[in-house]
Each structure stands twice: as C-alpha cells, then as structure tokens.
C-alpha cells in the first residue's frame, strides 16, 4: 500500500523562539491505515499534528512532509487543508456569528469549486449529524459558541464527515468525553473510515475510542522523538503497564 | 500563515458609474437668502416654509460648527451646491417614464427589482428630487401614504407636515440641522393609519450624482396607533475628488402600541460628508427598532436619538459601522428615557482598518420620572491592525435610584487562532478574515430582510479584499 502520509527527519521550532520541541520526527502513514500516536503530556504529539497542518505558531526547521506525492512542508494551512489533510482540533475555537451550517457548506463549497444548492447540502448535513446524535438545531447555532466540550467534538467529526478528507489527524478528540460522547465520537469516526475510506492519524491518552478500530500502528512519541512503534497490541501493552518500560529502554 | 494580508485598493466601481449633470437645473455654489429664495420658489413652497426656511439660515449663521467631533474642515460651504434638480424632472410613479440614465443607476443598484420581489413600496431620489415613488395599490388601500414631501405639502396631509415638520428636530438643535431646514429637499412622508399592518417593507433610496453637491432629503414618518411599519433607506453616490455632503433630517412619530423598524444600510463615497440628523418619539408601550450599517462616507457623525415619551415605551438600536481607509466614523446613538418602565437596548459593533477611525459615542439619559426602566448598553470593536483606531465614548445620566442600567465595551484583534482554524478548513487567509468579519456584523445581519443582509455581505466582502502578499 503506498503512503498517503510520508514525515521525514522533520524538526519543529516554536515560530518566535529557539526552542526546538520536536527532534527528527520519522512517520509513514499508508492510505487508509489506522495510526495511534501516544506519549506522555509534554511529548509534542499536539505540536506534531499542528506542523503538519501548517500552524504559524510552529516553524519547521528541517526535513520534509510529503503529502500525496507532493511535497507540502512549507505550505499554507489553507493549501494542506485542499490537499487532504484535516485536523480535528483538540480545543476547537468559537466563531461567532457563522452558524454550522453556513461554515461547512462555504468549506465544501471551498474544497470542491462547486456550487452545492441549500437544500441538498441540508439534506446531506442533518443526516450526518443524526450519525453523530446532534440535535438538528446545532446547524444554525454560532459555531462552537456556547457548545459544550462534548459538543464542539461532534462538530469537529461532523466537519469531517462532510469535507471527506484523505487523512485525519485527531487531536486527542477523546479527551475531557464521557462514555456515551466517546461513543458516539468513534461512530462518527467508523463512519468515516465506512464512507470515505481515508486514513486516520489519532493522537490519544485513552484507548476507548479506538476499542472500534482496527489499529494498524502504534507510534509512541516522548520529548520531540519516536521511541518505539508496533502494531496495535502496543495500544494495550501501554493501557496495562503505562509507558515507562518504553521511556526506560530508550533512555538506556 | 509566512505571508501577511496586505490591502489593495476597494473596486467599488459597482457604485462609482456615474452619468452626466450637464442638463441638471443647479443653484449657484454657496449659502446665501437669496438661493434659498430660490429653492423655495423652484419648490413651489407654502408661505410658511418658506419663512421657516429662511429663519433656518439665520439660526444657521448664528451656530459655530461642532467642536468635539472629527474635523469637517474640508467642507467648504461656499462651495457646496444645494440644490440639484436633475433634467426634465417630474416625479413619476411608472418606471417606463424615468430618464433613461437615471434608470440605468437605480436598475444597476437593484432598486426596481426588489420592489418587483419583496417591497410595499419604493421612492427613489436622485440629487435633490424624487424621480420615482410608487406604492402597491394593496397597501394603498389601507389607506397609507406613501409620497414626498413637496406634494404632501400640498395636498390632504398639509396640516400634518405643518404639525410634526422639524418639531422633533428643531433647526437650533445644531448647526446642521440649521442648515438642513434652510435647503431640504426632497425625501419621504409616510403615513400608516391606526392599527394599519405592513407585511412587507417600504424603501426610499437615495442617489447623489452631481459633484460637489449637498443631499438634504427630509424623511418624515408617522406611524399611528397600534399599526407597524419597516422602513429601509438605503444611499449611495459615486466618488468626486471634492468634498459632498449629506445632511438628511429623519423625524419619526410612532404612536401607542405602534412599532416602527427602521433600516439603513449606507455607502456613500469616500468624499461624502454625512451629517445626519434621526431621532423617533416613541408614544406608550410603542416601539422603535433602529438597524443601521453604516459603510461609506469620509467623515460621519450619526448619532440616531429615541425619545421614550410613553409609558412603557421601547427602543433597540442596533449597529454596524465599519471605518476602512480615509475615514473617521463617529456613529453611535441616543436615547432619553423620559416616562416609567420604558426600556433600550443598544447593541453595537465597529470595525476598522487601513487606518480609519472608529468612534463610538451614546448618551442614555434616564429622567427623574423615568422610574422602572432599563437600559443595556453592549458596544464591540473590532480593529483589524496596528494603524486603525476604535474609541469608546459612552455617556450615562441616570436622575432615579430605580432604574436598571448595564454597559460592556470590548475591543478587539482578530484572533491568529480562529484564522487558522478556518484555514485549517480549507478557506485562504483572506477568506477567513472575511468570514469573522461578517461574523462580528452579524447582529445587523440577522436583522436585515434577506437581500440587504446579502447586499451588507457584499459589502464586507468588498472592504476586506485584499492582495496576499
């Protein structure tokens, strides 16, 4: 299977300081696969996912993001985001006064260069969102605004399962959930993979939203480098025991 | 996000065609008694009017220009025309009558194909007269009026002119308002008889063509008791390299139970002096909606006033001003609380950008009798970069302990963060500046009929295209 997602050697910098915060990060992600990035707080795994998405707040310094076969490493968040990238955001921002429905529709509107008429694309909108347990109303509610936190995530999955991207980076879109949120976050996330059959690269501390999945790799990320990487057995290996065994022997 | 959004030029070529004035009758440049002689006898003036436009000259010479506001120094009223009739002018209620290039303007403004959709009624002014105005027999019926003011003067509603014509704004109230008597012309009178219903909105639209001319349309408007009405007024003119002014003079009367919505959506030139005066009586339990977007002009100074005279009585104001390059917007409004348990609720939001300057100014005045009332005061500013200016000037004078009064005033940047987010979605940095600004106007935006939010969009759009670069 050829890699939709190829990371080589890549160095990350915060925009306006020196502090290098990821190391020489190597990740291959072959289209359509499952990956789980896990590490302990602090690792970089959100600073991971924000470079590859472009976030001006980081500065890559090294190596290369070759997206599709093209290279994307010093690209726009906009350009990423038309090659196929999305990101679900861990803290999704509020933007007031552009209701669900206006965003998405003008982001697929963006994506495909296609005009969508209003009453096909709510058709299309209200059923995703039946999937994801949102009560119609939320599709002319201010994006975000006043959503709960179990709330703003159903909005990023729904955003998701509209713009029907190649690859997903999920920012620890499990965290702060209760059980049934968690559940039906990880619906929405087979349905993705059901629908559009893309890959996914899930940041995650908790394993329960990937119980519906079938891992194909498990890279484990501590202080700006990979230090181990297997197969989804690791997932319950570090569920178990933590991940001290791997933190040990990559400093010995 | 290596690159910066940098700002070009605004194509607002959309609004800046304009036609020839050649043919135009004009008066001679200046203020002086004998052109507003003149005026009054082009207008066919009852005696009355024309003493009272007289008298208004001299209050007007009498009166210092305002001191505290932005500088209106480059209007040169010895240079100012003010009076412009344009060629073969008669007021006609068939569209087909029109001259053809004055027809052309209001056709590319949109303004016959949203009375065809969507409207009661329309009036169209061009320069200094009304060139149409035409009601929907339905709404006729119902016994409204619909008309300008230069045959209502004449006509059965005479003595209604007389009674309310600058009674609520007075030619000593400033110096414009001075002015506005001496010269008016042109505008709107509207009367909705008792318990009378408007489904759908009246609109006037004003167009000023000739350069280095004044606009002073007079909008009169009674809505009587327990009946409704939404009114919009919408204006724009193309761009001189001399000054223009607007001094237009708003009066409305709205009666027990009655509600009046008012709608303005502004885009003057860049070289337009707008200094309009507006201000509702508001009788028991009756109320006012001011909607206001306020897009165009060099210098501003707008401050729409509601007297809260019954008991009961009500008014919302809400507002979008939006200062881009070369201009200096002091908008805002007034409400004086003057009977029990009446209420205002003023929700605004400015935004600025290539260095223009935008003020926010409001007085609310509570009197001693006023008691049980409420005012809410919530203004937010948004600047777009370093060289803009937002200013937040509110006033309260509050003379009873009963009363319930609240303000918040925030200013702000766009966040970095939101812009990556909607980037991250797929849309250019461009459009998603774009998309937070319309987001932030959306309290007026949400107000509009469909059309006119469309056409503030446009708006917005237009003020923020830029090049990335």
């Given at each position: 299977m050829s890699d939709i997602l190829q990371v080589k050697g890549l160095k990350v910098k915060l925009a306006d300081e020196d502090?290098?915060?990821?190391?020489g990060i190597d990740l291959n992600v072959g289209a359509g696969e499952v990956h789980v990035l896990m590490g302990p707080n602090g690792a970089g795994k959100s600073t991971l996912g924000s470079s590859l998405m472009g976030?001006?707040?980081?500065?890559?310094t090294d190596g290369k993001v070759i997206f599709d076969g093209q290279e994307?490493?010093?690209?726009t968040t906009d350009k990423i985001a038309k090659a196929g990238i999305f990101m679900s955001f861990q803290n999704p921002v509020e933007v007031p006064g552009v209701s669900v429905a206006n965003f998405i529709r003008t982001a697929v509107e963006n994506k495909t260069g296609e005009h969508i008429k209003a009453w096909d694309f709510m058709k299309d909108l209200k059923k995703t969102m039946r999937v994801l347990d949102m009560d119609p109303s939320y599709a002319e509610?201010?994006?975000?605004?006043?959503?709960?936190g179990g709330e703003k995530k159903k909005a990023e999955i729904l955003q998701l399962l509209m713009l029907k991207p190649q690859l997903a980076i999920l920012d620890e879109?499990?965290?702060?959930?209760d059980v049934d949120a968690v559940r039906t976050v990880s619906a929405g996330i087979e349905e993705y993979k059901k629908t559009v059959g893309g890959a996914l690269l899930i940041i995650t501390h908790a394993t329960r939203i990937l119980e519906s999945l079938k891992v194909d790799k498990t890279h484990i990320l501590a202080d700006g480098r990979i230090i181990a990487e297997g197969d989804a057995s690791m997932v319950d290996d570090i569920n178990e025991n933590g991940f001290e065994k791997y933190l040990n022997s990559s400093k010995s | 996000m290596k690159e910066k959004t940098q700002v070009a030029d605004i194509d607002r070529s959309m609004y800046d065609f304009r036609y020839s004035e050649d043919d135009a009758y004009k008066v001679d440049e200046g203020l002086t008694p004998e052109i507003v002689e003149q005026i009054s006898k082009e207008k066919n003036d009852p005696d009355w009017m024309r003493e009272f436009r007289l008298k208004s000259l001299e209050i007007y010479n009498q009166i210092p220009v305002?001191?505290?506001?932005?500088?209106?120094?480059?209007?040169?009223m010895d240079h100012i025309v003010t009076y412009v009739r344009p060629k073969d002018n008669k007021m006609e209620?068939?569209?087909?009558?029109?001259?053809t290039d004055i027809k052309d303007t209001f056709e590319k403004l949109g303004i016959p194909q949203a009375e065809r959709k969507s409207l009661a009624g329309v009036g169209a002014q061009y320069d200094s007269e009304l060139v149409y105005h035409n009601v929907k027999d339905s709404v006729a019926e119902k016994g409204v009026v619909y008309t300008d003011i230069e045959s209502a003067l004449h006509g059965p509603y005479a003595d209604m002119i007389h009674d309310?014509?600058?009674?609520?704004?007075?030619?000593?109230?400033h110096k414009f308002a001075a002015l506005h008597g001496a010269v008016w012309s042109g505008g709107s009178f509207v009367y909705v008889p008792k318990g009378v219903h408007l489904d759908f909105p009246l609109q006037s639209y004003f167009r000023l063509n000739a350069k280095g001319a004044g606009q002073f349309e007079h909008t009169l408007i009674i809505v009587d008791d327990d009946a409704y009405l939404h009114f919009i007024e919408g204006c724009s003119a193309p761009k001189y390299n001399v000054a223009n002014l607007h001094a237009g003079c708003v009066e409305l009367f709205i009666g027990k139970n009655a509600t009046l919505r008012y709608s303005t959506i502004e885009n003057w030139s860049?070289?337009?002096?707008?200094?309009n005066t507006k201000r509702a009586r508001v009788d028991e339990g009756g109320k006012v909606e001011w909607i206001s977007g306020s897009f165009g002009s060099h210098v501003s100074y707008l401050y729409p006033m509601s007297v809260?005279?019954?008991?009961?009585s009500r008014s919302e104001f809400t507002s979008v001003t939006f200062a881009g390059k070369g201009q200096n917007l002091d908008t805002g409004c007034k409400v004086v609380h003057?009977?029990?348990d009446t209420s205002s609720y003023v929700n605004t939001r400015s935004i600025s950008k290539d260095g223009g300057i935008s003020t926010f100014r409001s007085a609310v005045t509570i009197a001693?009798?006023?008691?049980?009332s409420k005012s809410s005061v919530s203004c937010q500013s948004l600047m777009l970069d370093d060289i803009s200016r937002s200013d937040t000037i509110p006033a309260m004078d509050i003379r009873t302990s009963d009363a319930d009064v609240g303000h918040e005033a925030k200013i702000g940047r766009i966040s970095d963060e939101v812009v990556f987010y909607l980037m991250s979605r797929g849309m250019s940095e461009e459009d998603a500046r774009a998309l937070i600004v319309s987001g932030f106007a959306d309290n007026v935006g949400k107000e509009l009929p469909l059309e006119y939010a469309v056409e503030m969009n446009n708006l917005i759009q237009l003020e923020m295209k830029g090049a990335i670069g």
């Open positions: 502090t290098e915060i990821l190391h976030d001006p707040r980081y500065r890559i994307i490493t010093h690209e509610r201010d994006l975000n605004v006043g959503f709960s879109t499990d965290s702060g959930l | 305002p001191n505290w506001g932005p500088s209106i120094e480059g209007l040169d209620n068939d569209w087909d009558n029109v001259p309310h014509f600058m009674k609520l704004v007075p030619p000593t109230d860049k070289n337009m002096y707008n200094l809260l005279a019954g008991k009961g003057a009977a029990p001693e009798n006023a008691t049980g």
